[in-house]
């Protein structure tokens, strides 16, 4: 299942997404800062991009109007043409 959570300045939260996982982040205001501590040196020949609205996945976004969505996570692709790791 699914789940979402909310971080905030206020309650200082984080969150630990384990090497491998996908994820996705969502701004609810007007600015953000957003910093990755990862494991490894970025690599992007190794990077994929999972689509944001995959209907397979069916996440519902808080969304109010049409999203910003970069152009990298715009050319994202189905979970189910991704790479799959063992």
């Known amino acids: 299942k699914l789940a979402g959570f909310t971080l905030s300045?206020?309650?200082?939260?984080?969150?630990w997404i384990p090497p491998g996982f996908?994820?996705?982040f969502l701004v609810l205001s007007e600015t953000a800062d957003f910093v990755y501590k990862t494991?490894?040196?970025?690599?992007?020949?190794?990077e994929e991009t999972i689509l944001w609205n995959d209907p397979e996945i069916g996440v519902k976004w808080p969304l109010i109007g049409a999203p910003?969505?970069?152009?990298?996570?715009?050319?994202g692709k189905c979970l189910r043409d991704a790479t799959m790791f063992p």
């Open 9 to 15: 300045e206020s309650d200082r939260r984080i969150a």
């Open 22 to 24: 996908a994820h996705g």
């Open 39 to 46: 494991t490894d040196y970025y690599a992007p020949e190794f």
């Open 68 to 75: 910003l969505v970069s152009a990298k996570d715009a050319r």
